[in-house]
């Protein structure tokens, strides 16, 4: 599977962006889909995940409120809906996916299922 991730760019504080994670390759396998982001100086940070069914949604306390994750199988597309950013949300956005493909089962923010990675989109969010 690969991930192609794109959307970001430079925003004012209260702006709204809507990043998109493109999946190719194993498409007919049913893939869970994260987001993850990285600031410069920090480790990598779960945002939001998706199961394959978009029946069920999970985000960090930091975005929750914010941020919407939603997907469009029929695109093998996954989105990352952003509202009201803020300086802190300025990170590299990696979309990601797990090695195993499930209807149903997801693997949240556990960093280490997640197999397939993007190449990272920029958001820069000025105050």
């Known amino acids: 599977v690969q991930l192609q991730a794109s959307g970001g760019g430079l925003v004012q504080a209260g702006d709204s962006l809507r990043l998109s994670c493109v999946a190719s390759?194993?498409?007919?396998?049913?893939?869970?889909t994260g987001w993850f982001r990285q600031a410069p100086g920090k480790e990598r940070d779960f945002v939001a995940a998706?199961?394959?069914?978009?029946?069920?949604?999970y985000y960090a306390d930091s975005v929750k409120g914010r941020f919407t994750i939603s997907r469009d199988n029929a695109k093998n597309t996954v989105y990352l809906q952003m509202n009201s950013l803020k300086p802190e949300d300025t990170a590299v956005y990696y979309c990601?996916?797990?090695?195993?493909?499930?209807?149903?089962?997801?693997?949240?923010?556990?960093?280490?299922?997640?197999?397939?990675w993007g190449q990272g989109t920029q958001v820069t969010v000025s105050s």
């Open positions: 390759g194993r498409t007919s396998s049913n893939y869970a």
């Open positions: 998706i199961n394959w069914s978009a029946g069920s949604t």
């Open positions: 990601a996916a797990p090695a195993y493909s499930s209807t149903y089962y997801y693997p949240r923010e556990n960093v280490n299922e997640y197999k397939y």
